[in-house]
């Protein structure tokens, strides 16, 4: 498909385990985006990636969370020793280019976390 | 500092009604861009519109309609003759020119079209 791809589509792990998230862009899109979408909230930045490198990880809640990405495409967030309130839906998306202002970003569909 | 204020939580309007979303926003930059999204129950945000703080014009899409008041901060977001598939959660976004490039989103409008 020619959308951005995450997985898994749902996750359902225990406190205290460590979890991947994957995110697929659009092929081309030079930029990427973690966002956090909690019950009934707004969406909330976490990284964002221009190429493979991450000038802006002021949203990371907290050192157990960390991101990669390899080769300009796929990224992982991982998050380490999960606690309750990590639960919450997590949206990738990319776009063009981060430096032009008008290019939309293209979310998928998310991953659905819930730590128990 | 950046910030997206939609006052609205929850509008249910009847099929066919108009139906306006409001957005206010607050920002320092004299350049910047704002989004309107749609999230619908599949979850994915659909971007349904851009507009840059230099273009006031109203732009009209179908149904859709957008107002951009500069003076107000404001960018309202209109359906006429709702659909039931027009029933989502619809955010309002502002990108600003400095600092992270990312979206600051509002916390969404959820919208529910009755038949």
């Known amino acids: 498909g020619a959308g951005v791809s995450q997985s898994p589509s749902n996750k359902v792990t225990e406190k205290g385990k460590d979890v991947e998230l994957r995110c697929d862009p659009i092929?081309?899109?030079?930029?990427l985006y973690w966002y956090r979408q909690s019950l009934g909230q707004g969406l909330e930045f976490l990284i964002y990636?221009?190429?493979?490198?991450?000038?802006?990880k002021s949203g990371l809640p907290s050192d157990r969370f960390s991101a990669e990405r390899t080769g300009g495409s796929v990224s992982t967030l991982t998050i380490q020793r999960t606690q309750q309130e990590d639960s919450a839906v997590y949206l990738c998306?990319?776009?063009?280019?981060?430096?032009?202002?008008?290019?939309?970003?293209?979310f998928g569909n998310g991953t659905r976390l819930t730590v128990t | 500092a950046q910030k997206v204020t939609q006052a609205q939580t929850e509008i249910s309007v009847v099929e066919k009604e108009d139906v306006t979303l409001d957005c206010v926003y607050e920002?320092?930059?004299?350049?910047?861009?704002l989004f309107w999204y749609k999230q619908p129950p599949s979850g994915e945000l659909v971007f349904l519109i851009r507009?840059?703080?230099?273009?006031?014009q109203n732009e009209i899409s179908g149904r859709y309609s957008w107002n951009f008041q500069k003076s107000t901060s404001s960018f309202n977001f209109t359906i006429t003759a709702s659909q039931v598939v027009d029933s989502a959660v619809y955010f309002c976004?502002?990108?600003?020119?400095?600092?992270?490039?990312?979206?600051?989103f509002g916390t969404g409008t959820r919208l529910t079209v009755i038949p």
């Open positions: 976004a502002l990108r600003p020119p400095t600092g992270a490039n990312n979206l600051f």
């Open positions: 507009r840059n703080s230099f273009d006031e």
């Open positions: 998306a990319s776009s063009y280019d981060s430096q032009l202002l008008n290019s939309p970003l293209h």
């Open positions: 920002t320092r930059d004299t350049t910047y861009y």
């Open positions: 092929s081309g899109h030079t930029a």
């Open positions: 990636f221009q190429g493979n490198s991450a000038p802006d």
